[in-house]
């Protein structure tokens, strides 16, 4: 299925000057992790705290682009400059989920929105990167399928969150859109199985 996360290659072509830059003056693939993890942390709390505010969201996508070049550079930072390690896969794997958690959790507390369905967008798009995961445990490759990955997720919950800021949807609407993110978060489960699994018997 087509996915936002297909753009990678271009996005990271742009930022490869400035990873040659940040390989050379000593920085780590994990420490780039760890940073995106924090960043995420940081911007939820602080999004959670002012949930009521509307221009609080616009935040969101700020963080989120910045974290979607993090993760760009960590990435480019262990397979070109010979960082890979044991540890960065499980930093990689485990900081995603709980970034994602971080940014879209407090969309819960909007007023008006059913919190229930955002804690079970959530809880589906942890579990869409467990199926993944899981793939290279059963001999296949890791899984990336759409059509809602982590990139998208992204683009979907940093839209909402400018909609939310300039008040163009009310909160009660937004109910909806979180509603199909998690119904595509489901169909990218069943996807990445059902791909890893004709991986492993092709």
Known sequence: ????YQIKPRFQALLRPLVQRLAAGGV????????????????????AAGSARPLIWLLLPVVLFVRMALNAIDGM????????SALGAYLNELCDVVSDAAL??????????????????V????????????A??????RRYDGPMGKSDRAFA??????????????ALWLSWPIGLV???????????VRAGLRQVAG
């Open 1 to 4: 299925m087509p996915s936002i």
């Open 28 to 47: 780590t693939a994990n420490q780039v992790t760890l940073a995106a993890a924090l960043l995420s942390i940081v911007a939820g709390v602080v999004l």
């Open 77 to 84: 930072l262990a397979r070109e400059h010979g960082q890979k």
């Open 104 to 121: 879209y959790l407090p969309f819960a507390l909007v007023p008006g929105l059913h919190a229930t369905i955002v804690i079970v967008a």
């Open 123 to 134: 809880l589906l798009a942890g579990l869409s990167e467990m199926a993944g995961v899981v």
């Open 136 to 141: 290279v445990q059963v001999g296949a490759e």
């Open 157 to 170: 919950f940093g839209l909402l969150a400018v909609l939310v800021a300039f008040g163009v949807i009310p």
């Open 182 to 192: 998690a119904l595509l978060t489901a169909w990218t489960i069943v996807n990445r």
